[in-house]
C-alpha cells in the first residue's frame, strides 16, 4: 500500500544555488519562513499558512564570515540571526549590528583565544574546523549554544571539552554553562515546539559516535539530559512530548520519549522493514548472495504528531530511484511507500500540519507535499 503525495506548493529559492546553499524553510505552523545563506548574508522570506512569500517581509542578516566556518539559526520573528563560528557565537540584527557576541575556545583545536575571525582567516590550519551550533528558543528569549572551552571566565573542570550555554537573547548574558561531555566535530539542535526552556542537541563525534543530549532550564540552572551515545535526533512533535532518532549506524529508527526510553512498539529495524530496492539485483545475481545493505536517512521527522516522513536515500541511491517512507505509529498503518508524480532524489524535510518538502532537482526551489489517497 503506498501513499500518493499531493504538491501543495512550489516555493523558489531567494538566491542563485551557485552562490548559496539550498533554500530551507523554519518555523512553527503560522510562523515559517524560508531561509537561504551565501557567503556574504542571510536572506529570510516570511511565509504565509499556503507556502507562499509575504510581500515586502524580506530579511537579511550580513554574515561575520563565510558558510564553511561556522553554522546559524534565525529566530522565529526573524528579528535576530544567531552565527556560531569557530571563535565565538554572535548575534546580528537585520541592520547588520552585532547585538552580541560570546567569545570560547577554538574549533580548530588550537590554543589560541582569538578575538576576531580575520586572526586566522587565512591561515591554512584554520581551514576546515570542527564546529559547533546555535538554537533559538521557540519564544525567541533564549540561545542555546554548543561551544568549544572554554569560554574567558574560565573552564567549568580541567576536563571540559565542550559547553553547553544558555544565553539571554537580548543582550548575551550567560544564564548558565554545564559541559556537555563530548569532543563534537559538529552539532546541531532541535527546539522543543512549545516550551521554550527545553531543547536538544545533536551531536556528532565522526567515527567514534553520536551522543544526545536534552536540555533544561528552570529559570536559575541548566540540566543537560543524556539520552544516548549512539543517537542522532531528527525532530519533536508538535506536542513536544516525542522525539524522533536514528541511530549512529543508521540501522534503527525510533520514536522516543523526553527521557529518551523507546516508545513501546515504536522501533524499525531498516533491514527489516524495508523491502529489497526494485532495482537492486537478485540474490544469486553476483558473488554476494546477502540482501543488499539499507539504511534510514539521518532526515526527515513528525509530520503531525503520529505520522512520520523517512526516507532512504543513501543506500537507494546506489540502485536508482531513492524512496521516501510514511510511518504511522497509531494503529496498525505502519510503513508505506511515497508515490510522488514525478522522481524525488532529495531527502524529506518534515514541516508539520501534515506536510513535508523536498529539493528540485536543480536545488533552486523547494516542494512542499502532503498525503493524498492510499492506493494499491
Given amino acids: 500500500m503506498s501513499v500518493r503525495a499531493r504538491l501543495r506548493a512550489t516555493v523558489p529559492a531567494l538566491m542563485p544555488v551557485s552562490l548559496a546553499d539550498p533554500p530551507d524553510i523554519a518555523g512553527q505552523p503560522g510562523r515559517r519562513m524560508l531561509l537561504q545563506r551565501s557567503d556574504e548574508e542571510i536572506v529570510a522570506q516570511l511565509l504565509d499558512d499556503a507556502f507562499v512569500a509575504r510581500p515586502g517581509e524580506s530579511v537579511r542578516f550580513p554574515a561575520p564570515w563565510p558558510r564553511g566556518r561556522g553554522t546559524w539559526v534565525v529566530a522565529p520573528d526573524a528579528d535576530l540571526a544567531v552565527f556560531a563560528g569557530v571563535h565565538a557565537v554572535r548575534a546580528v540584527e537585520p541592520s547588520g549590528a552585532t ?92 527546539p522543543h515546539p512549545a516550551d521554550p526552556h527545553q531543547m536538544g542537541l ?37 506536542s513536544g512530548e516525542r522525539l524522533m532518532t536514528v ?71 546506489e540502485w536508482g530511484r531513492s524512496r521516501h517512507w510514511l510511518v504511522g505509529t497509531t494503529g496498525s498503518h505502519g510503513i508505506a511507500p511515497v508515490a510522488y508524480p514525478s522522481p524525488v532524489d532529495s531527502q524529506p524535510a518534515a514541516l508539520g500540519n501534515g506536510a513535508w518538502s523536498t529539493l528540485s532537482e536543480s536545488r533552486d526551489a523547494l516542494y512542499v507535499w502532503t498525503p493524498q489517497t492510499s492506493e494499491r
Fill in 99 to 190: 547585538r552580541w557576541e560570546v567569545r570560547h575556545g577554538c574549533w580548530q583545536g588550537c590554543r589560541e583565544t582569538h578575538t576576531s575571525y580575520d586572526e586566522y582567516a587565512d591561515r591554512r590550519d584554520h581551514r576546515y574546523p570542527d564546529s559547533g551550533s546555535a538554537g533559538i528558543s521557540a519564544d525567541g528569549a533564549l540561545v542555546w549554544a554548543h561551544v568549544r572551552g572554554p569560554l574567558p571566565e574560565g573552564e567549568l573542570t580541567p576536563d571540559t571539552v565542550d559547553e553547553w550555554l544558555v544565553l539571554d537573547a537580548r543582550d548575551g548574558r550567560v544564564l548558565a554553562r554545564v559541559d556537555a561531555g563530548t569532543a563534537a566535530a559538529g552539532s546541531f539542535h532541535v
Fill in 202 to 238: 545533536s551531536i556528532g563525534e565522526g567515527q567514534d559516535g553520536a551522543p544526545l543530549r536534552w536540555g533544561r532550564w528552570d529559570g536559575q540552572r541548566a540540566q543537560a539530559g543524556h539520552l544516548g551515545d549512539d543517537l542522532c535526533l531528527l525532530s519533536v512533535s508538535p
Fill in 247 to 317: 541511530s549512529h549506524d543508521q540501522v534503527s529508527l525510533a520514536v522516543r520519549d523526553c527521557g529518551g526510553a523507546v516508545v513501546q512498539g515504536l522501533e524499525w529495524d531498516a533491514e527489516s522493514v524495508i523491502p529489497r530496492h526494485p532495482d537492486a539485483p537478485s540474490a544469486g545475481d553476483d558473488d554476494d548472495d546477502d540482501d543488499p545493505p539499507v539504511c534510514w536517512d539521518w532526515a526527515g521527522g513528525f509530520v503531525d504528531e503520529t505520522t512520520l516522513v523517512v526516507s532512504t536515500v543513501e543506500s537507494d541511491e
